[in-house]
């Protein structure tokens, strides 16, 4: 015959008498409770491990039971100190944390029937939050029939019209001193690190009540410990059960990669890594996609978006963002994806997505309405999942215009805000962004400026950090090279993966240095990025721009970056000039006015550098002289005119299918404008 143990003073021992600095820690845990009014203990599973191991394991086993003898000891001590505080609180809660036996710390993918009924602790990120509801948790009921007064088991009812008087067995629906607690339903994915290849993210729903309602939202990274249970789906013929997790605690983790752990061995090998190179940055560098050939800059810039700079949060509340967005621009067969594809492997958090497979809703947050509750739900998208980590959106130029625009916040404020079905959010949106696009002709014409090569806004291509073209020109030298190193490849050579950072050990470097370092500008670093930046301005002439304060705190991300790449918490001189060389080498290759020859960043900020902005305030002069506003005016004597004062035809077409674009003019009858009305 198996021995009676009382369970409820085992937990009153454990809770009296476990120390920690020889204090008990509970006892102090539950005076604060009581001082503070709050509903719930938390209590570690490692401490109960370690003062009393049958029952840690009864509490994994067993959990509903255990935890009512855990609820009921709680109460014991709580009356021992304040005999009014359960009166205060009709419904109090202990909850567990810190499971110490790895078998119940399981992945969503790996929920099998065998968990069911057991204690588990999962990993997740918030994908959906329902609204919150009130759960009836006691009441007393008056009979009308003869005036009884009583209590009823609520937690076995199932409707309320269900209760009959002690009495006279009438129906009773009258209810008396109700009281109530918070209820909500959460959808949780797993992390899209976690998710194999080809696979698609299962998701898990999660049961709330109490005090952890409403504390995470759509994008949070959560640790939830429960009770998984099963849920009856109706299926023909057969009794099949889906399951959810009915949470005992929820921990929201703010920094998602941050909370992964690494080991002592892995900091050693990082430290180790660090050591054996000069250059360790330079290694870094050489181990981004080395089966792609060449593209030196572009890796460079890649490796420090990686790393990102140091977000910082001003006095006022104003955050400016530390993550460095990138934008690629190239002609077909230049590896644009495959380089897409392995940042989001290397990345600690990475989402990939494709322009035409993104919606605006995809992208940021949706509403949506669960069928069988009839709840709408705030569901977060591709944005708001790579919250604290990297977002690669390729053929960008591919998607809508409504679509696109969903971006512009997400790149500069760093949120997601939706007003839909009643529901008013903002959600996080706190990632780098890799963008790749193809030119609008399908391949980079040199004789335009990149604005006229890409399909995209201008206040999109604007919020980039750096823009790279990547142009396929024909070069003895370099097609050898590169054929070279493809035919390497596929013949199964070792040879360009030499000496090459593995993915995993890279992974944990960058975890380790978005952790643990925080870099600040050194006075000879911010000397340096203050002269270069004012050389540059000097240089801005006859109202050409050659910098903006965008390309400034740019170069400030770049050179943080750069420092955390090497694991230094001071941005020195070094990483001041390595952020200004690739800001020099991006303007250089994209910000250059083809006419003029001349650095001009309007290219990028509004579209058009100076030079073609002098010939469209010229060419508005010649229409106004025609007077456009009031009469039609004959394309023909227009072109004729710009001729005469040295717009050439071809430009002055150009121009004016721009106008008609954006609506400034249209067109009356064949082969005449006007003005648009206003």
Do not use: W
């Not at 029952?55 to 000891?73: C, F, H, M, V």
């Not at 005999?83 to 099998?112: H, Q, S, W």
């Not at 009258?174 to 299962?202: C, H, N, T, W, Y």
């Not at 025609?626 to 394309?635: G, M, R, T």
Request: charged share 30%; proline share 4%; hydrophobic share 40%.
């Amino acid at each position: 015959m198996e021995e009676f143990k009382d369970y409820k003073a085992l937990y009153k021992k454990f809770f009296r008498e476990y120390t920690q600095d020889d204090k008990p820690y509970y006892l102090g845990k539950i005076g604060e409770m009581i001082a503070l009014n709050y509903r719930s203990l938390t209590f570690s599973h490692r401490h109960l491990f370690s003062f009393n191991t049958e029952l840690a394991d009864l509490l994994l086993r067993n959990p509903e039971e255990q935890l009512s003898y855990a609820e009921e000891a709680l109460k014991d001590l709580i009356l021992e100190q304040d005999d009014e505080f359960l009166e205060r609180n009709k419904r109090i809660f202990v909850r567990v944390n810190d499971i110490y036996l790895d078998e119940y710390k399981i992945k969503i993918r790996n929920i099998r029937a065998n968990y069911l009924g057991s204690l588990v602790e999962v990993r997740g990120v918030v994908t959906k939050c329902s609204a919150i509801r009130y759960k009836l948790i006691g009441a007393k009921f008056l009979c009308e029939n003869c005036g009884a007064v009583f209590e009823a088991n609520i937690s076995s009812l199932r409707r309320i019209e269900s209760v009959k008087c002690i009495n006279c067995s009438a129906k009773v629906t009258k209810m008396l001193d109700k009281s109530f607690i918070d209820v909500q339903r959460i959808i949780i994915q797993e992390p899209l690190e976690e998710v194999p290849a080809g696979q698609i993210p299962r998701t898990l729903e999660v049961y709330l009540e109490g005090d952890i309602v409403d504390l995470a939202y759509p994008g949070n990274h959560v640790t939830v410990t429960g009770i998984l249970k099963e849920r009856k789906i109706p299926v023909q013929d057969e009794l099949t059960f889906s399951s959810y997790l009915h949470a005992v605690d929820l921990q929201v983790r703010e920094r998602g990669f941050e909370e992964e752990e690494l080991s002592p061995e892995d900091e050693e090998e990082i430290l180790k890594l660090k050591s054996s190179y000069s250059n360790v940055g330079e290694a870094i560098v050489d181990s981004i996609a080395p089966s792609i050939h060449g593209l030196r800059s572009i890796k460079k810039a890649l490796a420090l978006q990686l790393f990102g700079g140091v977000s910082k949060l001003m006095p006022d509340g104003v955050r400016i963002r530390g993550d460095i967005h990138v934008c690629l621009v190239g002609d077909p067969g230049t590896a644009k994806t495959q380089l897409l594809r392995y940042m989001v492997q290397l990345a600690p958090k990475g989402v990939y997505t494709t322009g035409k497979g993104a919606s605006a809703a995809g992208l940021t947050a949706a509403v949506v309405k669960d069928k069988a509750s009839g709840d709408f739900y705030l569901e977060a998208g591709a944005l708001v999942l790579a919250d604290q980590g990297l977002a690669a959106v390729d053929e960008v130029d591919k998607m809508r215009n409504e679509d696109r625009v969903a971006m512009h916040e997400a790149m500069e404020q760093q949120t997601v805000s939706i007003a839909k079905a009643g529901i008013v959010a903002t959600l996080n949106a706190r990632c780098a962004i890799l963008a790749a696009a193809n030119p609008s002709l399908g391949r980079f014409e040199r004789n335009k400026t990149i604005a006229e090569n890409i399909d995209l806004p201008i206040t999109l291509l604007s919020r980039f950090d750096l823009i790279f073209p990547i142009i396929d020109i024909p070069s003895k030298e370099s097609d050898a090279k590169l054929a070279m190193h493809v035919l390497m490849i596929h013949g199964g050579s070792q040879e360009p993966f030499k000496n090459v950072i593995s993915p995993e050990l890279l992974r944990k470097y960058v975890i380790y240095a978005k952790k643990n370092l925080h870099p600040k500008l050194s006075q000879e670093a911010q000397q340096e990025i203050m002269n270069f930046y004012l050389r540059m301005r000097e240089a801005s002439s006859e109202g050409s721009m050659a910098i903006t304060p965008r390309q400034l705190e740019a170069l400030i991300r770049l050179t943080e970056a750069h420092a955390r790449m090497n694991l230094r918490n001071e941005a020195n001189l070094e990483d001041a000039v390595e952020a200004i060389n690739l800001m020099k080498y991006m303007m250089e290759t994209a910000m250059v006015d083809i006419k003029t020859q001349r650095l001009d960043v309007d290219i990028i900020m509004t579209g058009l550098p100076k030079s073609q902005r002098d010939r469209f305030a010229k060419l508005r002069d010649i229409l106004a002289r025609l007077n456009y506003e009031k009469e039609p005016v004959e394309l023909e004597e227009l072109y004729r005119t710009a001729e005469n004062e040295g717009i050439p035809r071809a430009e002055a077409e150009k121009i004016i299918n721009r106008m008609l674009q954006e609506g400034d003019i249209f067109t009356p009858k064949q082969g005449y404008i006007k003005k648009t009305p206003s």
